[in-house]
């Protein structure tokens, strides 16, 4: 899960594809959605740009340095 100020999305990461869903429904969920979409599309263009040896460290770095909150889940 990523978050940051008041959005919140679970990234699933399987092999080199990634997922991105916003998790909380609030007043700005159109809004989530098409962010979590084009954050998507990001993740996978830069997955296939990059083909890093470990997809969800390198995801994980990328959007640390955007300024995202990582939590991990099980």
Known sequence: MIRKTHAAFLVSVVESFVTIKPLHESK???????????????????????NPEDACEYLMEYYKGLGWTIDIAD
């Open 28 to 50: 700005h969920s159109a809004l989530n959605i098409v962010t979590a979409g084009t954050m998507q599309m990001v993740g996978n263009s830069k997955l296939l740009l990059y």
